[in-house]
C-alpha cells in the first residue's frame, strides 16, 4: 500500500516507511498519516509505504499476538526485501516504527548498515520498548501459570501433579506455536541485550539521524525503557499520550506528528541545497577538480 504527499505526479526521491508493530497491521497508521497529510504544505513529493508482516488471516490483537509469527531477525530480512523492491526510484528512505516496529527497524539498520543500497537517513520510533515491555513478560508469566491456578485453590496433591503435565504440554505447545516476537520483547531477553549491544558496538547511531518518542502514559511501554541509553538525547516525551493513542493526533499541531514532519522538512531542505551547490559546481567547473580528505 503506497500514497503520497506533495505533487502527486513527481518523482520522489524519499520515502517514508512505516513499520507497525505487534498485533498491528494496515490500519496502525491510519490517523497519523491522514493528519500528516493535512498538515503538508510542501510540492515535493514523498511517498509513503506501509508494510504489513502480519497474516490477515489472523483477526484481532490475540490473533496476531499469540499464534506464532516471523521473529523480528526475519522481519529485518522482509525490510530489506521490501526496500530493494519497493524503493528502487528512491534516494532516501525514512523508516519510521511503532512499538515492536521500531525493534525491526533498529535491527534492519543494525544488518544492513555496511551495504552498498543502504539508503535509510532517518529512523523515528515510538513508544517503541528499546529495553524490553512488561507486557510480553507478564503474557508469558500467564501462560506458564494458567495450569496452576484452578489446581491451588483446593491445594489437592493429584491435581497439582496434574497441572504439572498438562504445564509441560503447554510449555511445549508455547515452543512450537507461541509467536516469538512476544519472547524477543520481554524486558532483559536475550534479542532486546543483543541488540543494543550491537548498536553500540558498530556505532549504529552514528549512520543516522535517530530520534525516539514515548508516550508520557505508557504503562506497556515504560518511560525507562523507551530510550536507549540512560542520558539518551535523542528521546523525547509526548506526555499525555499512552500506547496507541501516540498515533492518533489530537490536532496539525500534535507533538508526535510535528516530530516526523519536521524531521521530513529536514531532509526535503538538505536535497534542496545539496542540489544547489551541486548546480553551482557544475557552473564553476568545481566538478572537474580532484577533492582530497
Given at each position: 500500500m503506497t500514497s503520497r504527499l506533495g505533487d502527486?505526479?513527481?518523482?520522489?526521491?524519499i520515502a517514508i516507511i512505516f513499520i507497525h508493530g505487534l498485533g498491528g497491521g494496515k490500519e496502525t497508521w491510519k490517523d497519523f498519516t491522514k493528519a500528516l497529510k493535512q498538515k503538508w504544505i510542501r510540492s515535493t513529493p514523498?511517498?509513503?509505504?506501509?508494510?504489513v508482516y502480519t497474516s490477515e488471516e489472523k483477526k484481532g490483537f490475540l490473533g496476531k499476538t499469540i499464534f506464532r509469527s516471523p521473529d523480528v531477525y526475519r522481519l529485518s530480512n522482509f525490510i530489506e526485501n521490501y526496500i530493494n523492491e519497493a524503493c528502487k526510484e528512491h534516494k532516501y528512505i525514512i523508516l519510521v516504527g511503532h512499538s515492536m516496529g521500531g525493534l525491526v527497524s533498529r535491527r534492519y539498520v543494525v544488518d544492513y548498515?555496511?551495504?552498498?543500497?543502504?539508503?535509510?537517513?532517518?529512523?523515528?520510533?515510538?513508544?517503541?520498548?528499546?529495553?524490553?515491555s512488561i507486557l510480553a513478560n507478564f503474557l508469558i508469566i500467564l501462560i506458564y501459570l494458567i495450569p496452576f491456578l484452578w489446581p491451588l485453590l483446593s491445594m489437592n496433591v493429584l491435581n497439582l501433579v496434574f497441572a504439572l503435565a498438562i504445564d509441560t504440554g503447554i510449555l511445549l505447545l508455547m515452543y512450537y506455536f507461541l509467536n516469538p516476537q512476544v519472547r524477543q520483547l520481554a524486558i532483559?531477553?536475550?534479542?532486546?541485550?543483543?541488540?543494543?549491544?550491537?548498536?553500540?558496538k558498530r556505532q549504529a547511531y552514528n549512520k543516522i539521524n535517530f530520534l525516539t518518542i514515548s508516550a508520557?502514559?505508557?504503562?506497556?511501554?515504560?518511560?525507562?525503557?523507551?530510550?536507549?541509553?540512560?542520558?539518551?538525547?535523542t528521546l523525547h516525551e509526548d506526555p499525555g499520550?499512552?500506547?496507541s493513542t501516540i498515533l492518533k493526533p489530537v490536532d496539525l499541531n500534535d507533538y508526535s506528528l510535528c516530530?516526523?514532519?519536521?524531521t521530513i522538512g529536514e531532509r526535503i531542505d538538505y536535497?534542496?541545497?545539496?542540489?544547489?551547490?551541486?548546480?553551482?559546481?557544475?557552473?564553476?567547473g568545481e566538478d572537474d577538480i580532484p577533492a582530497f580528505y
Open positions: 502527486q505526479n513527481g518523482h520522489a526521491e514523498v511517498d509513503l509505504l506501509y508494510p548498515m555496511d551495504s552498498e543500497k543502504f539508503k535509510i537517513t532517518d529512523l523515528l520510533t515510538y513508544a517503541t520498548p528499546h529495553k524490553g532483559r531477553s536475550r534479542f532486546i541485550r543483543k541488540l543494543n549491544l550491537e548498536w553500540t508520557g502514559m505508557d504503562w506497556i511501554v515504560k518511560l525507562t525503557s523507551s530510550n536507549h541509553y540512560e542520558d539518551d538525547v499520550k499512552s500506547h516530530k516526523l514532519y519536521n536535497i534542496l541545497d545539496d542540489e544547489i551547490n551541486d548546480s553551482d559546481d557544475v557552473e564553476s
